[in-house]
């Protein structure tokens, strides 16, 4: 519920700044994360006779290219869709958004508890206090299209990988069988601390299997920068849950403010497409 207050924020970036809108109903939190560019000249082609012309236009200054994107998380499984194209911004920005509104937040309440029990010593308070707030926010995609070598690049430490095949023979000088006799052929990878420094070539390793004939699933156990442990699930799966043209995301857009974004057509999309949707089951 913290992410409420927040309604409004914005934040720079380089070449712009972004504006945060959230929302929230009985089933929902949702939003839009619009991005303001200084940009104040466009460049466009013009064609005639089979021959172009680039020219470019000002930008009036009473306005400014835009990106967004919206989203929308189920209160019930903390899970949701995020809309997302082509240089606009990207959920791992909003992800690193949330934490540091979290972790802001966090520093605030520990010193208003410090604040108000200084009666039993500053040390004595500031150990109470962040044992009472030792909450961390955590933040997973369900499915990432980038390579599996970027994804686990992210992450401080890569503990242990495993895979499940069908297919009982298949060549692979590094791996270790677990079951020799069955339907079903494990293949684990236990990553000790000074191999970390060999993680892109064991991850390769990861991508090469994933392509075998009879793969079917895979999990890597891994610690997070806050020394969090995390399993990332490899699945042969879609790597978006749908598509659109840009041309009728933007049309819907038309008109939007910050008193009627949250009845916009696209966040009414996305909220029937987590609870009507082909793959609805993932966000339970």
Known sequence: NYLIPFNGERMGFEGGERFF?????????SGVVLSFKDQRRDCRARFQDGQFTIH???ILDDEKLIDFNFFVVKKSSLKGLYEYYHNSCSIHVLFALLRNKFNALKADKISNYIADNLALGREKAEAKGKKEYAGRLSTSILIDNRD?????AEYAKVKKIEMLFDAQQFAVGHAVALQRSSREVKVSFNITDSEQSNIDRLTQGVVELAGNVGFKKGSVSTVDSDDIERTISILNCPKRLGECEFEDLAHRIDGLTVENFHENEILVELKREINEGEYRALFN
């Open 21 to 29: 809108l959230f929302h929230e109903d009985d089933v929902f939190f």
């Open 56 to 58: 470019t236009a000002d």
């Open 148 to 152: 599996i070598p970027t994804v686990l």
